[in-house]
């Protein structure tokens, strides 16, 4: 999971990113607003975990961009203010949930674990699709992970859509050639093997993070990684 962390202060910011890390997030730190603003806009993410009392743009103008912009991601807000009227103006702006200064580490991975879950629970089966970076938009048919377009033919896109759907678990040779090719489809040949390996080209060549598998004997397997 991917997590943009805008926090001023350094030594906060750089203790939440390494602690972060080492329960294998990927963690973007931002020390303003404005450049907040400009990695959200460059970069898919899971999460936003953003101080409200940021030098360029506060974070009640970033979090108002980013409504602006995307309304599922989920926005925690970490700051000093403790007021019931901040905490409102914070949920009322479009925050998800709100943490308080000084906090306990553990908390705030209570917090982060229960925003995310909630996400993936809701995660649309209609417009997008999401599995960590990877995000496949159904109208627009475009591609793009970690903020990078991907282009890819119609039987790819098909392929691609029907894994992950199915993320986490493994498909059948026979089940992508029901699913994607049709019910005549000849197994025998290895059409869909060429179309997996095609994907991964595209989609994991590039990453170190690897999200097309194969299960020997058995098909393929989207994994998402935690």
């Known amino acids: 999971m991917s997590i943009l962390l805008v926090e001023d202060e350094k030594k906060i910011a750089e203790t939440l990113k390494k602690g972060l890390e080492e329960l294998q997030y990927e963690v973007d730190l931002a020390y303003d607003g404005n450049a907040g603003r400009e990695m959200f806009d460059n970069q898919s993410y899971d999460l936003v975990i953003a101080d409200i009392n940021l030098p360029g743009m506060?974070?009640?103008?970033?979090?108002?961009?980013?409504?602006?912009?995307?309304?599922?991601v989920p926005v925690l807000l970490l700051t000093a203010l403790s007021s019931t009227e901040d905490k409102i103006e914070g949920f009322e702006t479009g925050a998800d949930d709100y943490i308080v200064k000084p906090f306990d580490f553990a908390e705030l991975v209570v917090r982060i674990r229960a925003l995310l879950k909630r996400?993936?629970?809701?995660?649309?089966?209609?417009?997008?699709?999401?599995?960590?970076?990877?995000?496949?938009?159904?109208?627009?048919?475009?591609?793009?992970?970690a903020g990078n377009p991907i282009q890819l033919t119609a039987k790819e896109f098909q392929l691609l859509e029907y894994m992950i759907r199915n993320k986490n678990r493994v498909v059948s040779?026979?089940?992508?050639?029901?699913?994607?090719?049709?019910?005549?489809?000849?197994?025998?040949?290895?059409?869909?093997?060429?179309?997996?390996?095609?994907?991964?080209k595209k989609i994991d060549r590039d990453y170190d993070m690897k999200l097309i598998h194969t299960q020997v004997g058995m098909g393929y397997v989207l994994k998402e990684n935690s």
Do not use: C
């Open 58 to 72: 506060n974070g009640y103008e970033l979090l108002k961009h980013i409504r602006g912009v995307n309304q599922q």
């Open 173 to 200: 040779r026979a089940d992508i050639a029901l699913n994607v090719w049709d019910i005549d489809f000849d197994t025998g040949t290895n059409v869909i093997d060429v179309y997996v390996n095609f994907l991964r």
């Open 119 to 145: 996400v993936q629970l809701q995660a649309p089966m209609g417009k997008s699709l999401r599995v960590n970076d990877l995000v496949m938009n159904l109208d627009s048919k475009e591609v793009s992970r």
